[in-house]
């Protein structure tokens, strides 16, 4: 049944060894680029960016074609292959029955592109040596990759850092040290992001150690020193996970390789005994530890939960999580589609999450990110790996070389850390996990050659007793399917250039020399490029979301109402591409409420549905309801809105002098009597602590001192009862200004605010003293200095004011907008502009920059969130 041909392919002709060469330098240049170019992942994203991406995806499909038809394609063998026949059958259903089957067409080609690639490295890593020499220039990678981080990490983001702490310093007299507390310390290159950094590097440590185990003479350094140097990387990632995940696979490994019945022979033929195993072990699990708790966030993280407390970034983790369990749940069989997360997130996002991870485009967990988009299947092909891996390398322990089970410990150690993250749409770490796979497949081939001959060529005869198409056909099909795939993906390619075009011309237009005939121009030129990638692209929402935006902010900004009612026209279209995307809704019912009051509840209404805590919600819908006149709706909802945010409280100040001033006293009246609601049905003792102490700082600000007094005791809310006590004494003697015992509050109380309240206390410190405390505590919390002459209106007010009370409540009013932080990365576009929300917000400058934890509040508090969703639902069943 088996020809010589089919066990011994035939000998390349000249054209094939000249056009396999190509194809491989194409390949291989596109992952080293799409590895060590800055920020490569938001790149990607963007144009031209996105057209090398799909180069990169699809040069693979075409060096698979070329293997077939030259007979060398190979199959993967012992029980691997039959593992990616479920993800194609998975990848094949999503993009028949998603919810957005036109987005799981796109990733899916991604992911057979990665398929593809898994069998080209597959051939090309059969031969024993060829695999030496494509490990070895993968470690070569990796080391550069090493070294593009530490560099651009320290001279783009450490120096800036440190050179801007000690201009604090001297202007200001105080010293931060620098802290990797803020995610803009932390490395972030090349890739873009210090998760995505992590990872990499997860995969890359274990295997420079291979390699180094390998290599003879003083080349073992080389890779030794660039592992170490790999860990000092990871260290400023300040990755949890990636440290641990590091920790736990070489735990593995040490399993592993003490279940030998031989040692571990070294490049010389020597044996390498267990105790040398255990005690390098030993002393790399060392340096992970120390470095892990050098970074402090495993002490932050420990003492949260200790005290009770669930810190943001596992609560963002659990909130992810619950999403994509959802969202498998909703369709366990196939999962919503491939790249589904970002377009459904909020319809699946629990109610209980409050105000933390409002927003992702990924579930920050590959089993969570598997189940939600693929079901049964994608979770399938997860255990289905892992189960194989571990299979193999328990069963090959003894006959694997140390760079092969150096791979398995690589592999290993980022399947723990992608517990915490989802890294596959990366290429620069996809592509080393199939490398790493392939590398794996073709060792065990050599080492346990199974019953079937040793080359199986793809598209050919598989066995003696059944047969699949002969390589040509296969080929020609595969082929039929790339130029299908190449077509379907021009329009896109074409909306993506000439959006870019729109928003290169829109962005020309806040120059102040530019002529009114010329901003008319750009603007025109930016609605037509929008309008024009819609049509070719109408299945997705960013170009008519970026469209509406705009026009809607030139409409504000100019009074212009063509814009307004187009930016209109714009976002009630996107809503039928994107029906579960709070943006636009609160984006639109904005923009309805002068002209169609009850559109605008419609959709604002909709919005706090599906971000039911999100900031100014609940106040845009109260808005809407007061145009319809409807006052006592209008009152429940700004009174929901200042419940759950309390820190609005302020913002009643600006209402005196407008139609809303009538409104204030009922509003004040409802959200006290919804705290006391709340309080009387809470079972847990730090809820009504909480809750207590947010309706104490209600009663403070509105003028009820007795009943703050009386929560503020029951509460034990120290801060709270001291500035109680300065208003009765300056009410007791209007004449004396009284002053703050700072002493007793000093742990409680947050570093600006005791800068704003020494300054505040003290009237015998000059001018500047006083000034300076200011612009201290201000730059706590601010990357740069106060502007002077905001500086000079809260001197004013600290001068002026005959009590603290008053000092507060008359801060100058600072209104800006909401800006929607990395709208354009969750969209998975970056040429676009970062919209704000529409409405302005009123700030009380003082009490937003320096009393931080004087009005109490809750981002994250799941069973009072459960508790209070009721009083919302009781609202939307009455609109």
């Known amino acids: 049944m088996f020809n010589k041909t089919m066990i011994h392919p035939p000998v390349p002709t000249p054209s094939q060894t000249t056009r396999r060469p190509l194809v491989a330098v194409l390949v291989g240049a596109f992952y080293c680029l799409f590895t060590l170019f800055p920020d490569s992942s938001t790149w990607m994203l963007s144009y031209p960016g996105v057209i090398f991406w799909q180069f990169a995806l699809l040069t693979p499909v075409v060096a698979l074609i070329m293997q077939i038809f030259n007979g060398t394609g190979r199959w993967l063998r ?79 983001t450490a120096i800036p850092e440190l050179t801007r702490l000690q201009g604090l310093e001297r202007d200001f007299g105080i010293a931060f040290p620098f802290s990797f507390e803020p995610l803009e310390n932390r490395n972030w290159a090349p890739i873009g992001h210090q998760n995505y950094v992590a990872g990499y590097l997860t995969l890359a440590i274990p295997s420079l150690v291979g390699l180094g185990l390998q290599a003879g003479g003083n080349k073992r350094w080389i890779w030794f020193g660039g592992a170490l140097l790999g860990l000092i990387d990871l260290y400023t990632t300040s990755s949890r996970a990636g440290l641990m995940g590091l920790g736990l696979g070489v735990l593995l490994t040490i399993s592993i390789l003490l279940g030998r019945s031989n040692p571990i022979t070294t490049p010389t033929g020597q044996g390498l005994p267990k105790k040398y195993l255990i005690l390098g072990s030993g002393g790399f699990l060392g340096a992970i530890a120390l470095i892990l708790f050098r970074t402090g966030r ?83 092909i997860l255990v289905g790996v892992l189960g194989w891996l571990s299979y193999v390398w328990w069963k090959g322990r003894d006959r694997f070389s140390p760079l092969t089970h150096s791979l398995f410990t690589a592999l290993f150690a980022y399947s723990f850390q992608s517990l915490t993250d989802y890294q596959l749409d990366n290429l620069g770490i996809s592509g080393t996990i199939v490398i790493f796979i392939a590398a794996i497949a073709a060792e065990l081939r050599s080492v346990e050659p199974d019953v079937e001959p ?35 993906l021009i329009p896109i390619d074409r909306a993506w250039m000439i959006s870019k075009q729109g928003f290169e011309a829109i962005a020309t237009i806040e120059n102040p020399e530019l002529k009114p005939d010329e901003r008319t121009a750009a603007t025109n030129t930016f609605t037509q490029s929008l309008e024009t990638a819609h049509q070719l692209v109408p299945w997705e929402p960013y170009y008519l979301q970026q469209l509406g935006w705009v026009l809607g902010d030139l409409g504000q900004k100019t009074s212009n109402p063509d814009f307004i009612s187009r930016s209109i026209q714009a976002f009630e279209t996107a809503r ?3 029906p579960y995307q709070e943006f636009v809704y609160t984006s639109l019912g904005f923009l309805q409420l002068d002209r169609n009051p009850k559109a605008a509840t419609e959709a604002l209404k909709k919005a706090t549905q599906l971000v039911p805590a999100k900031r100014g919600g609940f106040e845009a819908l109260g808005l809407s309801l007061v145009l319809q006149q409807k006052p006592d709706l209008a009152i429940d909802a700004f009174a929901l809105e200042l419940t759950r945010n309390p820190k609005s409280l302020p913002t009643l100040s600006t209402w005196k002098g407008t139609p809303l001033e009538p409104l204030i006293r009922p509003v004040i009246q409802r959200s006290d009597a919804l705290y006391t609601d709340l309080i009387n049905q809470a079972q847990d003792p730090k809820m009504i602590l909480h809750l207590q102490g947010c309706r104490g700082a209600l009663r403070w600000w509105t003028g009820n001192p007795l009943g703050a007094k009386a929560d503020a005791e029951a509460s034990d809310y120290s801060f709270l009862k001291a500035v109680l006590l300065l208003g009765e004494q300056s009410r007791t003697n209007p004449k004396q200004r009284p002053t703050i015992d700072l002493e007793a509050l000093k742990s409680s109380l947050l570093p600006q605010t005791i800068d704003a309240l020494t300054a505040w206390n003290d009237p015998g410190i000059n001018l500047s003293g006083r000034s300076r405390l200011l612009q201290q505590a201000w730059i706590r919390t601010n990357p740069k200095p106060m502007d002077p002459a905001l500086l000079d209106r809260v001197m004013q007010t600290l001068q002026t004011s005959q009590s603290l009370d008053d000092w507060l409540k008359n801060s100058p009013i600072r209104t800006s907008r909401r800006q929607r932080s990395g709208f354009n990365v969750l969209s998975r576009h970056t040429d676009g502009i970062n919209p704000e929300d529409f409405a ?40």
């Open 454 to 488: 040793d080359v199986k060529p793809v598209g050919m005869q598989a066995s003696k007793r059944t047969s699949i198409l002969q390589p040509k056909p296969v080929a020609l099909g595969i082929t039929g399917l790339l130029l299908a795939a190449i077509v379907w």
């Open 840 to 879: 302005p917000v009123p700030e009380n400058l003082i009490m937003q920059s320096f009393m931080g934890n004087l009005i109490p509040e809750w981002k994250y508090y799941p069973l009072l969130e459960i508790q209070f969703q009721s009083y919302r639902e009781a609202l939307w069943a009455k609109i």
């Open 576 to 578: 039928e591409s994107a």
């Open 78 to 156: 012992h029980g691997l292959d039959w593992l990616v026949a479920v993800g194609i059958v998975a990848i094949v259903q999503s993009g028949l029955t998603a919810l957005f089957p036109q987005q799981a067409r796109w990733y899916g080609i991604a992911a057979l592109g990665m398929i593809a690639a898994l069998y080209v490295c597959n051939d090309w890593l059969n031969d024993r040596d060829r695999r030496q020499r494509i490990l070895t220039f993968q470690g070569i990678l990796q080391l550069c990759f090493i070294g593009v981080s530490l560099g651009l990490w320290t001279f783009q």
């Open 298 to 380: 495993l002490q932050g993280f420990s003492t949260a939960i200790a005290g009770g407390y669930v810190p943001g970034e596992l609560a963002y983790r659990i909130i992810t999580n619950a999403v994509g369990l959802a969202m498998g749940t909703h369709a366990p069989l196939t999962g919503t589609g491939i790249g589904s997360a970002v377009h459904v997130y909020e319809r699946f996002r629990p109610i209980w999450a409050g105000r933390e991870a409002e927003l992702a485009y990924q579930l920050h967990s590959t089993p969570a990110q598997l189940w939600g988009e693929l079901g049964i299947l994608g979770l399938g």
